[in-house]
Structure formats: C-alpha cells, structure tokens
C-alpha cells in the first residue's frame, strides 16, 4: 500500500472481506444484516466510529510520505533517482506532462496535490522552494493567491532564488 495506489476494485473487494467478517455469524459464508454504514465503522473513536481504517485514505497517506520524505531528506538514497527521473533540477514533485511515468510514480503523483495542500514550505537559500506553487507566503501558495499572473508567468516552475532574475529579464521591467 504504501509503493502503489490501491485501484478502486481492490479497495471495495478488501473492505467487503473485511465487513463480511465483522457481520457475520458463526457461519462466516452468510454474513449478516449490517447494521451501521461502513463509512461510519471506518471513523475515528472520537467521531463515533470504531477506528477502522479507510484502506482508500491510508492508501493516499502513505503514498503522500514519499514526497515528504523527499522534503525532510535530501540525502536519502532513493531522493537522487526520483529527482531524475520525475523532479527535474530542482524539487519540482507536481504533476510533470511526460509520457515516461512509472506505475510507482503516477499512485504518488495523484495524491501530490492534497498532501501538497496540507505542507508549508520554509523558504532558505530558495533554491529548493517554488515560488509559485510551494506554501511559503502566509503559509498560503503564491498561485493561488494571484492566479492570473500565475497563469502569466513565463517560469511557473522557478524557484524563489531564480524569481528574481526571471523577473528582470521580463519583457515588464522597466529599463535602468
């Protein structure tokens, strides 16, 4: 689960192993009248649930740990190839529009936007943070606080070291 994104017809045919278990009587090839909704079960003690975990979700987190351990340890061995092969130069981990997309990468690359979602960048040389697409302002992504000049910008990929430079060689800078 943690390697590849579960496809949805596993999930369901797992969870039905799983509720089938949980409502059946001694003879476990008929199961029972269900009586609470499996969404329900899969919440936590504390919202009500019995603590059940949603394989769907779980799914999604695990896969998500992937980019942060790619944020949190640049020298991990495995940071150097997924870099190459999906990264580019810098930490660039959005959707990439390559045709050369493992498996592995693209249950990783659907999970990218909600986990990216959720972590805030600490800018510090600003080599390794994006300026627009990284949570660094406010903890909030430059893209989506000024979409239109995001969808302008001739770099949408530069990062907060290079904006500088990208912007003075801007066809809108004013000339010295």
Known sequence: MSMFRLPAWVIKMIDRIRRDFLWSDPDIEHPGCRLVAWKN??????????G??????????????WRWKLLSDSSWGGAKILRFNYGGPNWDLFRRTTSRVSFFWSGVDQCLPAFSGCVSVQVKDGANSLFWKDRWFNGRAPMNIWPESFLL????????REMPYLLASSPFASDP
Do not use: H, Y
């Open 153 to 160: 910008s001739r770099s949408p990929n530069g990062t907060v």
């Open 41 to 50: 079960i899969c919440r936590s003690k504390e919202q009500g649930g019995w």
């Open 52 to 65: 059940i975990l949603d394989l769907s979700s779980f799914n999604m987190a695990l896969l998500g740990k």
